[in-house]
């Protein structure tokens, strides 16, 4: 077998593998935070029913500002992840990289908004994109405006100290938002072609 698809098979199964292997050892707090244990849940929300999405602006991996409220005449798809995440986060990433060309022009744009300002710099978040081939927005900012984003999209968050390095425990979560909407979310962690589906059908209306 060619070498680079041993890499690429060993890139897809490793995350897999150390997901599982935490959930073994962690117990509820692993499956509290993977998402890949947890039930799958997509929500549409019927039209005129839908919650308000709240505007924020932060800074994204190039030290440019952006605004949400910019990109929202079209659906914005918003995820939340941190970079030095160990397990869960590449997984949300592995899948969303695999949705996003089964939904082409689906989006005016996706943001990744952080989970842990205190290192995902604009720089760090550059490197880490760019290494990983994220072709997408991350999101960061200072504490007290990155808090009131995850409290207005209802994501929980909080900090574990293992072994003196902190660990971010979160919701699993794709938000879809237009014009000043929540069109609805998927909660958990679901394969490429069902998140795809999930996504179509909540742009569309299809509730």
């Not at 929980?156 to 014009?179: A, C, F, K, M, S």
Request: charged share 20%; aromatic share 12%; glycine share 6%.
């Amino acid at each position: 077998m060619p070498r680079k698809y041993i890499l690429l098979f060993l890139a897809i199964l490793i995350p897999f593998v150390v997901a599982v292997i935490m959930q073994s050892q962690l117990g509820a707090t692993a499956e509290e935070h993977s998402g890949l244990f947890e039930r799958v849940v997509p929500v549409c929300y019927l039209p005129g029913r839908e919650p308000p999405a709240a505007d924020f602006e932060l800074i994204n991996q190039y030290g440019e500002r952006v605004r949400l409220s910019d990109y929202w005449s079209r659906p914005v798809l918003i995820t939340f992840t941190y970079s030095y995440c160990p397990d869960v986060c590449p997984l949300m990433n592995l899948v969303l990289n695999k949705t996003l060309p089964l939904v082409p022009n689906l989006f005016g744009a996706v943001f990744d908004v952080s989970l842990d300002p205190d290192r995902d710099t604009p720089e760090r978040l550059l490197a880490y994109s760019r290494g990983n081939r994220y072709n997408w927005t991350f999101l960061t900012g200072d504490y007290a405006t990155l808090e009131k984003v995850w409290r207005a999209y209802g994501v929980t968050r909080y900090v574990e100290n293992r072994n003196g390095v902190p660990y971010i425990v979160h919701d699993v979560l794709y938000i879809v938002v237009q014009n000043g909407k929540i069109l609805g979310l998927v909660r958990g962690l679901p394969a490429p072609e069902t998140l795809a589906d999930y996504l179509k059908k909540i742009v569309s209306r299809q509730c």
